[in-house]
């Protein structure tokens, strides 16, 4: 059996958030967003517009795998092999998009869609594990250690692909090379290098999961549903967990939307160079870090929920904030409260659902991939309503405000828990 707290399989855990957040980063937040942009112009629609459609089609794909993919790797009591599985097809993805190109805008659109599927069906996993190797009073640590050793790893990978962009004759790019846009595409290839090199690292010694088998006959699939029903079910029984996941789903909305539709608004509604908004990104992940381990400072003094009610509110005013902002210096002072604040409120919210979920639960990676198809359906939802309201009313600025009525209701929700057991009181 799995011993838990064991030094070694912690920090393996946490690797796999250092060797994911490149992807992130570098292709979900910064560089492969404004490409895309550059690439996209001769459509029909707005090349922002189209972005956002496509992160709301990837959003939905994965809320249709996760519940699926979660309970038949609880049937099957492997959850490390199903995250083995998605990271490497996150890696084919980030691999083919070196190929992005004007011309091959389709192979573009299939490649991004595949990498962002499996990046995220392999976070269910990684999540899934957490309960299975450590004790309930190390959830809110490790989880903010998981997210900060991600933000830093994920601004190495940056640094590095920035310098390449900048400087790319430091790299022996010649004018042919830099014109056809080589230099950045091969970012996105050094993502799926770095990617799947620390990964590595991680599934050499994370337990395979075996531990939580699911004692069935028949076909896994069938066992899968069976534990898809079963997960529902106890979700749904547990008043404090259905409280807590109908305020993530809202708060959440907010959250994901404004991180995955940023670096647009930056470029569309306030003028930033490309340049400019990949070294605000590049500032906002070692802000992130920083915040990620304060929320848990802040957790420990005051409790998950009172410190997710902190959150929450603060992003309340980001987003009032975030609508008046027109000029350069205003988005600086946007990014560095959007910093501190989204890496506390990610990582606090999967320790608390952790913690939320009953003592004596084994199927992980089912309660789990309903935690991610939450957070996927609020983003399908999110960045549908973003791009619909900005192609209806020409701008950005109005979709910030849906987004600010996602964090009331959410802020909302988390008031309105009861106390109760959990697993260890979550406060």
């Known amino acids: 059996m799995q011993t838990k707290n064991n030094p070694q399989t912690l920090w393996a855990w946490c690797m796999y958030d250092w060797a994911n957040s490149a992807y992130s980063l570098t292709i979900t937040s910064a560089i492969f967003p404004t490409y895309f942009l550059a690439i996209a112009t001769d459509g029909a629609i707005s090349s922002s517009v189209l972005y956002a459609f496509i992160v709301s089609f990837s959003a939905l794909l994965i809320a249709v795998l996760n519940p699926l993919i979660g309970s038949l790797a609880d049937a099957l009591g492997r959850q490390k092999t199903f995250m083995r599985v998605f990271c490497y097809l996150g890696v084919l993805g980030c691999f083919l998009l070196f190929f992005a190109t004007k011309v091959y805008i389709v192979l573009t659109v299939g490649a991004f869609i595949l990498s962002s599927v499996a990046y995220s069906c392999s976070i269910v996993f990684c999540n899934a594990i957490l309960p299975a190797i450590a ?7 490790i989880s903010a250690k998981g997210f900060a050793l991600g ?3 994920g601004v190495l990978m940056l640094g590095l692909n920035i310098l390449m962009i900048e400087m790319p004759h430091w790299f022996f790019f010649t004018e042919a090379m830099i014109q056809a846009d080589i230099h950045i595409r091969i970012s996105f ?3 799926g290098v770095w990617w799947l090199v620390f990964a590595e690292y991680a599934f050499a010694y994370l337990p395979a999961g075996a531990q939580n088998r699911v004692a069935g006959k028949g076909n896994a699939f069938v066992q899968g549903y069976i534990e898809l029903m079963k997960a529902g079910k106890a979700l749904w029984g547990q008043a404090r967990l259905r409280t807590f996941l109908i305020s993530f789903f809202f708060y959440n909305m907010g959250l994901m939307t404004i991180m995955q539709l940023a670096t647009p608004f930056g470029k569309e509604e306030v003028g930033l160079s490309q340049a400019t908004l990949i070294k605000i990104v590049f500032v906002l992940q070692i802000l992130g870090a920083l915040g990620a381990l304060l929320f848990s400072f802040i957790s420990k003094k005051w409790g998950n929920v009172p410190a997710l009610r902190l959150g929450v509110f603060l992003w309340v005013f980001i987003c009032l904030y975030a609508y008046t902002v027109r000029t350069e210096a205003q988005f600086y002072i946007l990014a560095f409260c959007v910093g501190l604040v989204m890496g506390g409120l990610q990582a606090l919210s999967r320790a608390t659902f952790a913690k939320t979920l009953p003592a004596e639960t084994t199927e992980t ?5 309903f935690f991610d198809t939450t957070a996927q359906i609020g983003i399908v939802l999110g960045t549908f309503l973003y791009g619909f309201i900005q192609a209806l009313t020409g701008s950005m600025r ?5 987004l600010t009525s996602f964090f009331i209701i959410g802020l909302i929700g988390l ?4 106390e109760g057991t959990g697993r260890l009181g979550n406060r």
């Open 135 to 141: 004790t309930e009073d190390k959830f809110d640590s």
């Open 151 to 153: 933000y830093v790893g």
């Open 189 to 191: 290839l050094l993502v």
């Open 365 to 369: 990676a089912s309660f789990f991939s």
């Open 398 to 402: 109005n979709s910030i405000l849906v």
């Open 415 to 418: 008031f309105s828990m009861r």
